[in-house]
T-cell receptor, first 113, second 114 residues
Framework: DTGVSQDPRHKITKRGQNVTFRCDPI?????LYWYRQTLGQGPEFLTYFQNEAQLEKSRLLSDRFSAERPKGSFSTLEIQRTEQGDSAMYLCASSNPHQETQYFGPGTRLLVL | AQSVTQPDIHITVSEGASLELRCNYSYGATPYLFWYVQSPGQGLQLLLKYFSGDTLVQGIKGFEAEFKRSQSSFNLRKPSVHWSDAAEYFCAVGPSGGSYIPTFGRGTSLIVHP
């Protein structure tokens, strides 16, 4: 039973560069969520998918952020023109529809220099 | 709108002592409530959850939590803390339907002294 996996685990980039993160959910889970967590804070919701459809986006998700889940399996989160304020842990979680429990991956820690 | 307050940023206990982490929530109906634990540099692991029924919920690693509607609280407890329990603990409240997107508290950092 594999859990949620995320790649890479760590990413260091220079301001202005684009970065892309990948999340592989638990195989039978239809829902996939992205969160951002900054130091000393709890996770903040960014967006979620049910299958390939992106159903909700937070106001935190600026136009530099885009997420996809093209085949309803893995998802990618891209940040364009990164800023130092984007430095955070990006967490992915998955769940079954009508199931309230989300299972989290280990996260991708982004540092923008 | 739902919200969660974890009033204690840090809690320090001695190994073997009992633990209680506080969580207060705001939600207009019966909420879904969760406690997660996060070790340094790791993702979140679910400790326990409350949806309905018995207000005392048992979780993994010897943790339990009690839902008190009158106090809008869902405090986490453990009778005897182990050094390996040192971590960040997050309480979350979720809507009972729809997108099930939980709102997390800011977390309580547990420090365990030997």
């Amino acid at each position: 039973d594999t859990g949620v996996s995320q790649d890479p685990r760590h990413k260091i980039t220079k301001r202005g560069q684009n970065v892309t993160f990948r999340c592989d959910p638990i195989s039978e889970h239809n829902r996939l969520y992205w969160y951002r967590q900054t130091l000393g804070q709890g996770p903040e919701f960014l967006t979620y998918f049910q299958n390939e459809a992106q159903l909700e986006k937070s106001r935190l998700l600026s136009d530099r952020f885009s997420a996809e889940r093209p085949k309803g399996s893995f998802s990618t989160l891209e940040i364009q023109r990164t800023e130092q304020g984007d430095s955070a842990m990006y967490l992915c979680a998955s769940s079954n529809p009508h199931q309230e429990t989300q299972y989290f991956g280990p996260g991708t820690r982004l540092l923008v220099l | 709108a739902q919200s969660v307050t974890q009033p204690d940023i840090h809690i320090t206990v001695s190994e073997g002592a009992s633990l209680e982490l506080r969580c207060n929530y705001s939600y207009g109906a019966t909420p879904y409530l969760f406690w997660y634990v996060q070790s340094p540099g790791q993702g979140l692991q679910l400790l326990l959850k409350y949806f309905s029924g018995d207000t005392l919920v048992q979780g993994i690693k010897g943790f339990e939590a009690e839902f008190k509607r009158s106090q809008s609280s869902f405090n986490l407890r453990k009778p005897s803390v182990h050094w390996s329990d040192a971590a960040e603990y997050f309480c979350a409240v979720g809507p009972s339907g729809g997108s099930y997107i939980p709102t997390f508290g800011r977390g309580t950092s547990l420090i365990v002294h030997p």
